[in-house]
């Protein structure tokens, strides 16, 4: 399970050695209001007891359910720093892969304290990554605890996908049909992992998220289908899903291999991600 990680990460993780403390800034109510604008931050603040800190997310932070009742501050690539700083913020929170430049330039320029973590895009940055947010809040026995059962976790999903011979190939199908073509997602990144420790192949003819059209997944010919959230809801069932151009022509649909799942149980890695491969080895296999 062990990954390569690049100077890139090493270098990052330098910048952010710095921890909230260092430059906290206090609201007149002198408690900490934290915007976490990066849904693996989002998760892993709760996760380590800071939840009750947060007074803004992204849009993209769906867990856990709690984040519903938080104000938005917008998507991390399309934000707004004057809404950002309505929110009186002791602390902004992500992880690079935020837009445009400048917001984050307003929000130093009005003295809002910033913390840059490295992107977890691997099991094992993920959990160094955790590390250090529980660090900088004295959670590091939280971390520890976590850590050990995201890998007792992997440990099981391997058992299980060892007692099978196949793998099945599998597509995931993100939005569903969109102007007659299906927003999938590619052979790249925490998803193509996810599939892979789950003891399977994914079926996606692209590397990365993007749009193919029903010829293409008939084409694919995926043995499952797993449906995110928003995309199976807005069918309302299995059996509508089916009825989809192309998707009635695969083995998935034939054999009703058709699964909803949570699109942020995909997209990243986190504590929860060994029960989230479990889950998906169980879906794929049975």
């Known amino acids: 399970m062990k990954k390569f990680i ?3 990460f090493i270098c990052i993780l330098f910048l952010a050695s710095c921890g909230p403390s260092d430059n906290k800034q206090k609201n007149p109510s002198g408690k900490d209001r934290i915007v976490s604008v990066s849904k693996q931050l989002t998760e892993f603040l709760f996760a380590l007891h800071q939840g009750n800190k947060i007074a803004g997310v992204d849009l993209s932070s769906t867990y856990p359910p709690e984040t519903e009742n938080i104000t938005k501050v917008g998507y991390h690539r399309l934000l707004n720093a004057e809404g950002i700083i309505s929110l009186d ?18 929000l130093q320029k009005v003295g809002v304290p910033i913390k840059v973590y490295p992107a977890g895009n691997t099991l094992d940055s993920a959990k160094i990554v955790l590390q250090m947010v529980a660090k900088d809040y004295g959670e590091d026995t939280a971390a520890i605890r976590l850590n050990a059962k995201l890998d007792a976790d992997l ?16 597509l995931i199908i993100h939005f569903g049909r969109q102007m007659n073509q299906y927003f999938v997602m590619g052979t790249r990144g925490s998803v193509n992992e996810m599939i892979q420790l789950a003891g399977g192949v994914n079926a996606a003819d692209t590397t990365a998220f993007r749009n193919l059209s029903p010829e293409v ?11 995110t959230d928003y ?3 807005r069918m309302g069932s299995i059996e509508k899903f089916i009825q989809l151009p192309g998707i009635a022509l695969t083995p998935a649909a034939k054999n009703k291999k058709i699964f909803r799942v949570e699109e942020h149980d995909l997209v990243y890695f986190g504590p929860r991600s060994g029960e989230n491969i479990i889950r998906i080895a169980k879906l794929i296999h049975q």
Do not use: C, N, W
């Open 89 to 106: 913020p002791t602390l902004v929170v992500h992880q690079g892969d935020v837009a445009p430049p400048a917001v984050m330039q307003q």
């Open 155 to 170: 440990r099981t999903a391997d058992s299980i996908v060892k007692k099978y011979t196949k793998k099945p190939k599998v």
């Open 231 to 233: 995309g199976f809801d």
């Open 217 to 227: 997944i008939v084409r694919e010919q995926p043995d499952v289908i797993l449906a």
């Open 6 to 8: 690049s100077g890139s």
